[in-house]
C-alpha cells in the first residue's frame, strides 16, 4: 500500500512537470519568436533600417520531448494501476463467474 502511494505521488508529480515544461516550452517559443524579438529592438524602428529573420527557429526536438514527456506519464499511470492491483483494494471490484460455469474437459 505504501507502495501504491509513492507510486501515485510520483504519477502527480510527473504530471505537474509536465504540464509545466509544456508551458515552459510554450512561453521560450513566444519570447524567442523571430518577429516579437524584432517589434521589441528600437533599432528596428527607424525607416532606414530593415530587419527581418535569416532562418525560422527549429523546435521539433523541444515538441517531441514535451510529448515524450506525456507518453511517460501514461507509462507512469499504467504503473499505478498494476501497483493499485497489487495493494488489495481492487478486490471487491473483480467479478469472478460462478463456479459451475466452466467448461469441464474430458478425461483430465
Known sequence: MIDFVVTAVFVFMWLVSSCA???GLSDVKEATDPDNVIEGMTVCE???VKCKEEYEPITS???TSVVFGFLNLVLWI????FVFKETGWSAPFMKYPPAGSYPQIEGV
Open 78 to 81: 499504467g504503473n499505478l494501476w
Open 46 to 48: 527607424d525607416p532606414e
Open 21 to 23: 515544461w509544456a508551458k
Open 61 to 63: 526536438g523541444l515538441n
